[in-house]
């Protein structure tokens, strides 16, 4: 009798630090990851690389909250309006998503995020351009655009669809837009960004 009640403290704490099917079975996970690869389309094509977060707000996974992460880089166009980049960096703080159908293998959502941007752009020139002086005469001329590194407010909007091939992993794409907020006309007005990657977790 003495050795079980000596013994009582120890299963007492075993049995508490067991995991519970019934808890685990109720709200599987309750965040999962998501990285890209993908493509910035404007100005021009450049090299994509992404991160997002999902935070589930319901045990249904319909709703989720969460931080995102682009980094693009390696884009040659937009020389003559000086929007080449070395590299742009956009970052929501905040992103709501909404899946459309959160049972079942495939998973279609919608999207809406918003936070910033910041890009470093390198010297340019716009090449040679016609351009009428006070005296009506024509020359040409080039425009030319200093380096400088920007930072600004940025909206996003889009959606996307995880497959899962097994559980706890899916083959997932996404399309993004992108709305600048900010009047730095050396970064366009809208971009969108196309991707696909790998998801860990529910």
């Known amino acids: 009798m003495q050795s079980l009640l000596r013994t009582a403290p120890l299963w007492l704490a075993l049995a508490l630090l067991a995991p519970s099917e019934a808890r685990a079975d109720e709200f599987p996970t309750v965040a999962s990851d998501g990285l890209y690869v993908g493509a910035r389309l404007e100005p021009g094509g450049a090299l994509l690389l ?3 977060l999902d935070i589930y707000l319901t045990g249904d996974r319909v709703v989720s909250l969460g931080p995102t992460a682009s980094f693009s880089f390696l884009g040659e166009d937009g020389a003559d309006q ?3 980049q070395d590299w742009l960096l956009t970052v929501d703080f905040l992103r709501l998503k909404v899946s459309i159908a959160a049972e079942g293998r495939l998973r279609p959502y919608l999207s809406l995020g918003g936070g910033m941007t910041y890009a470093s752009l390198p010297e340019q020139t716009s090449g040679a351009i016609d351009v009428v002086l006070a005296d009506g005469t024509t020359t040409t001329a080039e425009r030319r655009f200093g380096a ?6 940025q909206l996003s909007f889009g959606g996307g669809l995880d497959v899962y091939l097994i559980p706890n992993l899916a083959f997932t794409v996404a399309i993004v837009g992108r709305l600048r907020l900010h009047e730095q006309e050396r970064l366009p007005l809208f971009w969108s960004e196309l991707m696909a990657g790998l998801r860990f977790g529910l």
């Open 50 to 52: 992404a991160y997002d």
């Open 82 to 84: 000086g929007r080449r």
């Open 148 to 153: 400088t590194e920007d930072f600004g407010g």
